[in-house]
Structure formats: structure tokens, C-alpha cells
């Protein structure tokens, strides 16, 4: 990370957050949110979107997705983070509905991404980001 992307991270009062869930109902929950909290919100409706997204330049601090969507799963998406932006793996929050399943101790085991079971109200969404901005 460059010394220009650290003093954003550090100085940005309103810290970006980019959700990404085929589900609008939920991004619309999860924007309601972080919009509460200070969170400022980009969307997106796939993996593969999110990903263009950030290669054409979105500045996020963390990103919120969902482990299961129709055009790939949450896994994929985060080999994808891994190789081409390392730097958000870490402040990376995974959702699920089946938080206890294989894919999600994969999640776990392979990528160190917290797992936030669903449903989660936005205590518990602030409280897990909350705490990726404390270990990054």
C-alpha cells in the first residue's frame, strides 16, 4: 500500500464501505446501516461487478459480501481480492445464511474472513467492521 493510500485510510472521515450481495433487499438494509453510522456506501450486485468497480478506481476501506450469489460465489470473489487488491482482504466481512457450512469454514480457514451469520441486525454489522478497522 502507498503512502498516498495510508493517509487516506487514516484521514478519511467518512470511511467507504462496498457491499456486495445479489439480494437488493439486503444491500438496502446493510446501506441503511452504515449510512446511520457515518459509512459512506457503494453497492454492487456481484462479485464480478464489484470487481470492475474497483478496477476502474472505486476507493473503498472495507467491504461487506455475501458468500452465495448467482454469478459466483463469495469464495471466488475473494481469491479474486486476494490476487488483485491484497490489501482489502483483510478488511473484508463475509455474510451468510449458512455460516456454518463447508464454504463458510473454507472462507474462514483459506482467507481469514470473519463470517457474519444472517440474519444480523446493525449492531452486530458495525461491531464486525468496527473490528476489522481495529486489526488492519
Given at each position: ?27 438496502a ?27 476502474e ?54 482467507w ?25
Amino acid at each position: 500500500m502507498s503512502d498516498s493510500e495510508l493517509t487516506t485510510l487514516r484521514t478519511d472521515p467518512s470511511p467507504a464501505v462496498l457491499v456486495i450481495d445479489d439480494d437488493a433487499s439486503m444491500r438496502a438494509a446493510v446501506r441503511r446501516f452504515l449510512e446511520r453510522e457515518g459509512y459512506r456506501v457503494e453497492e454492487s450486485t456481484s462479485g464480478r461487478e464489484a470487481l470492475t468497480q474497483l478496477r476502474e478506481g472505486a476507493s473503498v476501506r472495507l467491504i461487506v459480501t455475501d458468500l452465495k450469489m448467482k454469478d459466483g460465489s463469495g469464495g471466488w470473489l475473494l481469491a479474486q481480492l486476494g490476487y488483485e487488491f491484497p490489501t482489502l482482504l483483510p478488511r473484508t466481512l463475509v455474510v451468510s445464511g449458512d455460516a456454518d457450512g463447508a464454504a463458510a469454514a473454507h472462507v474462514v480457514a483459506r482467507w481469514r474472513c470473519p463470517i457474519l451469520p444472517k440474519p444480523f441486525g446493525a449492531a452486530e454489522l458495525i461491531d464486525a467492521l468496527q473490528e476489522l478497522e481495529r486489526a488492519g
